[in-house]
C-alpha cells in the first residue's frame, strides 16, 4: 500500500520550503495548495492536512467539515487573531517553525505507519496465579510470525514479560524512560527503541527499581504509538484496578484466564463485575475442572479457549524459548483461538 500524503496549504513560499525540507527528512512529500479553493477540494483525502497561517481565515470562512488530523503552522510565532478561525476549522494542534520542528516531524513520520492501526488484546488474570502473563507472552510469540507485535507489561507486580519471553539482556529503552518523557510519541521510535527478538518487541520495566506506571495520559499515548507501529499489542493487565483501569478502554478485546477450580471461578467472577465493557471480553478456562456453560453463565462472559496446564513451560521458560514450544500443544492453540477474535483473524492456526 502506497504511503499516504499529507496536505500542506500555503501560499507563503518560506513556510512551504520549512515543511518540505521537514517532510523530506522523515522521508514522505507533501501535496501543495495555494489556495482555500485548493484546501477544500482536498479536504477529506489526507491523513494529516497542515494548514498555513497565511490562509486559515480564508479556509475557515469555506466552513469545511469537521475531521481529524488538522494542524496550523506558521513560520515564527502565530499571528495574533487567528485563534478564533483556527477553532472554526477544528484545527487540533498548532505548530511555530522552527521551535515546534521536532514534532511536526514527528507527526509526518507516523503518516508511514498509519495504515496499520493494529489491534489492542489485554490479557487479566481472574484470579491469582492463572497465567495471565505467560498467556499474554504466548500471544505475542505466537502472532509474530506474522508481523510486528508488541508485549507491553503493564503490571508492576509481575514477574517481567522480558523474563518470560527471553529478551531480558536485550538493549533497549522501558517503562523508566517513557514515564520521564512528555509530548507526541512516534511509532517508530517506540518500536525501534524497546527490547526485540526479530519482530516481537516488549516493554517492561528495566532495571531493579520498584515499578511504576505511568499516568493516563501518558499510558494513552503510549498504547496508541503502538498501535500505530505494529500489527498486534498485547497489554498484561494488572489485577489491581486502579493499575489497569487507563488501559482497559483502550483494549479491543480483554482476555480473562480463569483457573477452572470452585475458588478461581469465584475469584474470575467477581474480577470480570468490575469490567466496564463486557461486551468486549472473554474468557480462556484453565484446566479440566470446570462447565464451560457454567463458568460462562457465571460470569456473563463467552468461552474463548480452553487447555490444561502445558508441560514442560517452565523449563522453556528457563532455557529463554518463551513459553510457546509447539503451535500445536495446549497454550499455542489456545493463543491461537483468540488470535482469530483479532485483526490476525484465521492467520496464527
Do not use: N
Amino acid at each position: 500500500m502506497d504511503r499516504p500524503a499529507p496536505l500542506l496549504a500555503t501560499a507563503d513560499a518560506h513556510l512551504a520550503e520549512e515543511v518540505q525540507r521537514l517532510a523530506a527528512s522523515v522521508g514522505t512529500s507533501p501535496v501543495v495548495t495555494a489556495d482555500a479553493g485548493g484546501l477544500l477540494r482536498r479536504w477529506h483525502g489526507p491523513p494529516l492536512v497542515l494548514v498555513g497561517a497565511d490562509l486559515v481565515e480564508q479556509a475557515a470562512a469555506l466552513r469545511p467539515p469537521r475531521r481529524a488530523g488538522v494542524v496550523l503552522v506558521s513560520s515564527g510565532p502565530l499571528p495574533p487573531g487567528l485563534l478564533r478561525p483556527a477553532l472554526d476549522l477544528g484545527v487540533g494542534e498548532v505548530v511555530e517553525l522552527p521551535s515546534g520542528s521536532g514534532w511536526l516531524a514527528t507527526a509526518l513520520g507516523d503518516l508511514e505507519e498509519a495504515t496499520r492501526g493494529g489491534a489492542v488484546v489485554g490479557v487479566l488474570g481472574g484470579a491469582g496465579g492463572a497465567g495471565a502473563t505467560t498467556f499474554a507472552a504466548a500471544l505475542g510469540q505466537l502472532a509474530a510470525h506474522q508481523g510486528p507485535v508488541l508485549v507491553v507489561d503493564a503490571d508492576p507486580l509481575g514477574p517481567g514479560l522480558d523474563r518470560v519471553l527471553g529478551v531480558e539482556q536485550g538493549q533497549g529503552v522501558g517503562w523508566e524512560v517513557l514515564t520521564t518523557s512528555r509530548g507526541r510519541l512516534s511509532a517508530r521510535d517506540l518500536r525501534e527503541g524497546v527490547p526485540r527478538r526479530g519482530p516481537l518487541g516488549v516493554l517492561t520495566w528495566r532495571g531493579a527499581q520498584l515499578p511504576r506506571l505511568p499516568d493516563d495520559d501518558q499510558l494513552a499515548e503510549v498504547v496508541e504509538a503502538a498501535r500505530r507501529g505494529h500489527d498486534l499489542v498485547v497489554v498484561d493487565l494488572a489485577r489491581s484496578r486502579d493499575d489497569r483501569a487507563g488501559l482497559l478502554a483502550r483494549c479491543d478485546l480483554v482476555v480473562v484466564l480463569v483457573p477452572a477450580t470452585v475458588v478461581g471461578v469465584a475469584s474470575t467472577v467477581r474480577a470480570c463485575a468490575a469490567l466496564d465493557d463486557p461486551g468486549r471480553a472473554g474468557l480462556v478456562l484453565v484446566g479440566r475442572e470446570a462447565d464451560e456453560e457454567a463458568v460462562a453463565r457465571a460470569t456473563g462472559l463467552p468461552v474463548l479457549a480452553r487447555m490444561t496446564r502445558q508441560r514442560g513451560l517452565d523449563e522453556a521458560v528457563d532455557l529463554g524459548l518463551g513459553p510457546v514450544r509447539h503451535h500445536r500443544g495446549q497454550l499455542g492453540r489456545a493463543a491461537a483461538a483468540v488470535l482469530t477474535r483479532t485483526s490476525l483473524l484465521g492467520r496464527a492456526a
